[in-house]
């Protein structure tokens, strides 16, 4: 992750419960180049009581009056088939990752990656980030909802159990589906980065459309999580606020460009740029002719391409010294 932004193509529910749409996303997300393709994984009965109602993003993209519970049971997918997705997602040569939702799923994930992807509303579950620690291996940690307090409590809590620093990835989010610009807020990634100086610092974006990835990708951000799916049309809690796969290509290719033009920092021409020098900048040119053993005056100089003769910045040095030999209008001194 180091030295190029780990891109998670965010399917989450939009397979809709329904396995061979969760492979159709699978082949759409390697198809874009995007580092790993991440689902949700829950047991409803472990996550929501029966009576929990949906958050009102989820009433107003499914346009359906049930439970949360209900919803979640309709978009949940068994056990088997996360391992049937593990296995085509080796198969495409893609990363596979799943957010565990309550304890025995994560247990259960725990056989299938490497890497832990913990979602913003569990950043205040201590029980649960205890448990996810447990297993030693790297946490992406979502911070939607969350004050810097509580960000502060689950590094903490992680550290505690077991997980060392630099094993921590903090995502700067916005839970809302889709985000309003005015709403993202990105600047607070850079504080949680300045909050605890070495953390590895991220952003999961729920906006609409691809600027404000890529603006994060230039503000620093190692990570990028991207919800997508194969219709926006469809029915669903999160389709409205995913991107489709062209989209998905558009911003992978987007910030892999970002990466390169954000360079080493170091202010030096680059190879190109040193073959231009000479036909693009100037040289001191004599604007008369000049007698050898003549003071040379300001008045006898001009400033002209090409950029292969004395360098206007030696002007200072030019003006008062004794032309060593003869020099005719136009040439280089």
Known sequence: MKNKTFIIAEAGVNHNGDIS??????????????DAVKFQT???????????????????NTQRKESQFEMLKRLELSYDDFGHLKAYCDEKEIIFMSTPDE????????????V??????????????????SFGKPVILSTGMGYLSEVEHAISTLE???????????????????????????????????AFPGIVVGYSDHTLGIEIPIAAVSMGAKVIEKHFTLDNKMEGPDH????????????????RNIEKALGS??????????????VVRKSIVASKNIIAGQVISEEMLEIKRPGNGISPTRWDEVVGSVAKRDYLVGELI
Do not use: C
């Not at 749409?21 to 995007?34: M, S, Y």
């Not at 472990?46 to 107003?60: F, I, S």
């Not at 920092?265 to 000479?278: F, Y």
């Open 160 to 194: 505690s159990a077991g997980l060392s620093f630099r094993q921590i990835t903090v995502l700067h989010a916005t839970t809302d589906y889709p985000t309003a610009p005015e709403d993202v807020n990105l600047r607070a990634m850079l504080t949680i980065r300045d």
């Open 116 to 133: 832990f992807k913990i979602g913003s509303g569990e950043l205040t579950n201590t029980p649960f980030l205890r448990h996810i620690a």
């Open 42 to 60: 829950w047991k409803t009965e472990l996550l929501v009581t029966e009576d929990a109602p949906m958050a009102a993003y989820q009433v107003e």
């Open 21 to 34: 749409l969760a492979k159709k996303l699978i082949d759409v997300a390697a198809d874009a180049g995007v």
């Open 240 to 255: 409205k606020a995913s991107l489709e796969p062209r989209e998905l290509s558009e911003m992978v290719n987007a910030i």
């Open 103 to 114: 304890e025995q799923s994560a247990t259960f994930l725990d056989g299938l990656q490497d």
């Open 265 to 278: 920092g170091w202010k030096v021409p680059t190879q190109t740029e040193k073959a231009n020098r000479d």
